[in-house]
């Protein structure tokens, strides 16, 4: 269950960084709350799970979900550069994600 919280908790933190570029500077009112929304309920779910988590491989996972899952959003839906070198990263950060949550042990 602690791990399902990280992963939701690092969907989230996707959330709040597109939500943080759409704001502009925090100027546009709807995008901001958003943010606000998405931080807190990312940082909420990740304060739970380390409840249980050893903290590196919580964060590590909570962290790269939300790198590459900023950056896959970027690419599909706000026009950033799409290459090969981005989508073999974006591919490392993911297995990198899902051997720390392997290695992770609950208390």
Not at 1 to 15: C, F, P, Y
Not at 40 to 54: H, P
Not at 81 to 95: E, G, Y
């Amino acid at each position: 269950m602690a791990w399902l919280l990280v992963v939701v908790a690092g969907l989230l933190e996707t959330g709040f960084a597109v939500c943080l570029k759409l704001s502009h500077g925090f100027t546009r009112v709807w995008p901001t709350i958003a943010f606000c929304a998405f931080a807190l309920g990312s940082f909420g779910l990740l304060t739970l799970a380390l409840k249980k988590l050893d903290v590196g491989p919580a964060y590590a996972v909570w962290t790269g979900i939300g790198a590459a899952g900023t950056a896959l959003y970027g690419m599909i839906f706000l026009g950033d550069l799409v290459s090969t070198l981005k989508i073999v990263s974006i591919s490392l950060v993911i297995i990198g994600v899902i051997g720390l949550q392997l290695s992770g042990s609950a208390h």
